[in-house]
């Protein structure tokens, strides 16, 4: 039995660098390839980090019921694609998805079981500080990133745990903590070792 879990955190606060060092180090665990209407960044690859769509075939998917969640960011929209997202939990793998506070909720809602993580920067000094270093937007948008992270982060009672990335590598770990718990807990392991169990409660 696999688990769906969400990551979210406001821009800059280095979750998906946080979930690529993860991936490195823990198995049987995925972050699912959302589809996007924005254009790739500077080394960015389709299909690896974003599934990168145009406006119209995003808007055709979205019709046809294709998307598990999706949500408007800075006027472009990202989903994340239900056929993909059942295929990989069937198959018992753990899957993150990376998305906002409104998608998060869309997945809690249609998968209760589903479990929340927020990130959290260790102040909004740091937060711009490493929105300026990223180099890629204008002082106009960096303001509308802090602007937004306010509303982002005032929706982090709506998850089950909270990691503050102030030291990577303890962030990456706490990560690796809340994974390894939810594969421990009682529904999980009552699958996994149900011949175990049952040979040690028979009489």
Not at 47 to 64: A, C, H, P, R, S
Not at 99 to 121: C, E, H, M, S
Request: aromatic share 8%; net charge negative; glycine share 4%.
């Amino acid at each position: 039995m696999s688990t769906l879990f969400t990551v979210s955190a406001p821009s800059g606060a280095g979750k998906t660098s946080l979930l690529k060092k993860l991936i490195e180090q823990i198995d049987n665990t995925k972050v699912s390839v959302s589809h996007t209407t924005r254009k790739p960044r500077p080394g960015e690859v389709d299909g690896v980090n974003y599934n990168f769509v145009t406006k119209d075939q995003f808007i055709q998917m979205l019709e046809k019921g294709m998307f598990l969640e999706h949500a408007e960011v800075f006027g472009n929209y990202y989903g994340t694609s239900q056929k993909w997202l059942t295929e990989q939990l069937d198959n018992g793998i753990d899957i993150i998805l990376e998305i906002d506070w409104q998608g998060a909720r869309q997945v809690k809602q249609a998968n209760p079981a589903t479990i929340g993580i927020f990130i959290l920067p260790p102040s909004r000094v740091v937060l711009e500080e490493r929105l300026r270093n990223r180099d890629t937007d204008s002082d106009e948008v960096i303001a509308q990133r802090l602007q937004a992270a306010v509303q982002e982060i005032s929706h982090y009672d709506e998850y089950d745990y909270l990691i503050v990335n102030d030291d990577f590598d303890k962030a990456v770990a706490d990560l690796q903590t809340v994974i390894k718990s939810q594969r421990l807990c009682k529904t999980q392991q009552a699958i996994k070792l149900n011949e175990m169990l049952t040979e040690l409660v028979s009489y």
